[in-house]
């Protein structure tokens, strides 16, 4: 294991750890284009199950130690939602808003052309819009190296809203779980963006009552339920959610610490900390948002008996939708594969979890590797086949 002092795109200090063991990470690549400055880096976790799946960010201050964790991340993503992709992230360490944005996406797609399709299918990530999507795609020469492409080049964008509908089936899941009636129960969403909004909708449609929205303005609190058609609307003309007639505007902070059957953070990583984890009220949280709190501050709610669906698991929708758009499916047939894997892998973790009294974290992780451990058998007795039968 070596331990790194790195940074993250926050510019805070922090210690990284790359660990290398049975999983990874495989490859761990450096690229530069003296032309147009950029440097990039991509990290190949696992292959096991198929090419690496991750997307590429652009920002000037993330590290190889920050790109190496989201693509690990991305193996157990996958692996737990079934899928025939291993694991992988890239990053572009540039200024998102430099003049010469396209140029060092072009730059970037022609340097790891060739891992790409075998070894790598990008996605978009931060900083990495339908334009840079599509000036990858056209520059590496390969539809098929990339997910998250415009409509008209064949994609399935995730504005669509595949990650925010597989967050609200796992949510689903856990009120069932809790013994929690979806049409009795009351929401609170942190983020009004992407993923909060359709998370917000689908849960809506069937009869969840939506009390609490954050944005980057406040909390927007709605005793009765916002009516989420007409929060959205108000969102798109004002700017914010704060704006809806006749809620109570509380700041963000408060939105954790209501009385509420479910807490969705969905916007900013580490917002559930020792600061406020002993304030929470909720009886569910589901993460649709990567990290919103770390491990330990898991451990403490499930002590506290309240069930913590982890990210990996809830907002794998996005990823789902990207294997089918890789092979050429549609918009409904994303949709009801993404029904069909977070609903069963949701309930197989909580199954798992409660046979095992384990954390729900650690249940998830615990098939994921399975599933991969299994695929690196069946790859050691190919590539034994194959040795035998060549040294015949």
Partial sequence: MIILLGKNVKGIVIMVKIKYDEFGPEKILEVYDPKTKMRGFIVIHSTVLGPAKGGIRMESDVTKEEVYGLAQAMTWKCALADLPFGGGKSSIIADPKAKNKQEIVAAFARAIKVICLNNYVAAPDMNMGEREIETFAKTNGD????????????????????????????????????????????????????????????????????VAISDSKGTAYFEDGFDVEKLTKIKTT???????????????????????????????????????????KAKIIVEASNIPMSYEMEEI??????????????????????????????????????????????????????????????????IAKARIKKAMIKRQEKELKENKNNNI
């Fill in 143 to 210: 539809l098929k190296s990339i997910t998250g492409k415009p409509l008209n080049m064949g994609g399935l964008p995730h504005e669509l809203g595949s990650t925010g509908f597989g967050v609200h089936l796992s949510t689903l899941i856990a009120l069932k779980h809790k013994n929690i009636d979806v049409k009795e129960s009351t929401i609170a969403i942190e983020g009004y963006g992407n993923v909060g909004q359709f998370t917000a909708k689908f849960l809506s449609k069937k009869g969840a009552k939506i």
């Fill in 238 to 280: 004002t700017k914010s959610v704060i704006n809806y007639p006749g809620c109570i505007v509380k700041t963000t902070k408060e939105l954790f610490e209501l009385e509420v059957d479910v807490l969705i953070p969905g916007a900013r990583p580490e917002v559930i900390t020792k600061t406020n984890v002993n304030n929470i």
């Fill in 301 to 366: 709610l499930h002590n506290k008996n309240i069930l913590v669906i982890p990210d990996f698991v809830a907002n794998a929708g996005g990823v789902i939708s990207s294997y089918v758009e890789y092979i050429g499916g549609n918009n409904d047939e994303a949709f009801k594969m993404i029904e069909e894997k977070i609903t069963k892998n949701t309930q197989l973790m909580l199954q798992h979890a409660k046979e095992k009294g384990l954390i729900p974290r650690v249940a998830a992780l615990e």
